[in-house]
């Protein structure tokens, strides 16, 4: 059985991520894709800036969270040069997980039994910031979700190895610039092969590899099951 097809059978077993009913009428999603003019005409670099933007998306609509990005092709990673060098080669722009953009602070909970599998701080400019990666068992199969732009001083009382029970808070959304400089958002992806790495896992990919790159991380939403995606 492939993933996506053990993970929709499971779909009752999974609990929440974050401690917010992702289908309310307070989320809304957001497009970072070039498709939206007032984030293609914004200048990103400035990490405040960004910030103001997102907040303003938000009070747009009434909502208090945004949510979206599994396997959109952003224009927001322009920002940082960690996403490729320019035009001499195709700069990685296709999201790879789901984006729930929500205060810094807002707990971070175990959706399934899980294993600490790796922790790392990836703290390049435009990077995940401290980062958690659980390993989880279905049916005998093994699986990976990570967890990116976290806060710094939970991420820190955390272990290689930790178990962790269903619905466990075991970290906490993080403020810029300890998040790799972003606006406070969970980066929630998941992963059917680790591929032997560790602490880390590419978040974005090169659109031209997008089949290759969906098969290896499929859709978060079937953990996360927000309607609005």
Known sequence: MSLPSLLLRHQADFGPVLPLDLNAATVTRLDFSATNPVVVNADLRD???FNELVN???TAVNA???????LENRVIYRRSAHFGPGAAEEARSLHLGVDVWVPAGTPVLAPLPAVVHSLADNDNFGDYGPTVILQHAL???????LYGHLGRAEWRTLRVGQQLQKGEAFATVGPFPENGDWPAHLHFQLMA????????FPGVARPSEREL???LCPDPNLVLQCAKL
Request: proline share 0%.
């Open 139 to 145: 049916e005998g199969t093994m699986f990976y979700s």
């Open 47 to 49: 990490t405040a800036a």
């Open 64 to 70: 208090t969270a945004g949510i979206g990005g599994y």
């Open 213 to 215: 790159w969906a098969e």
């Open 56 to 58: 303003s998306l938000l």
């Open 193 to 200: 092969d680790m591929q032997g790495r560790v602490g880390d």
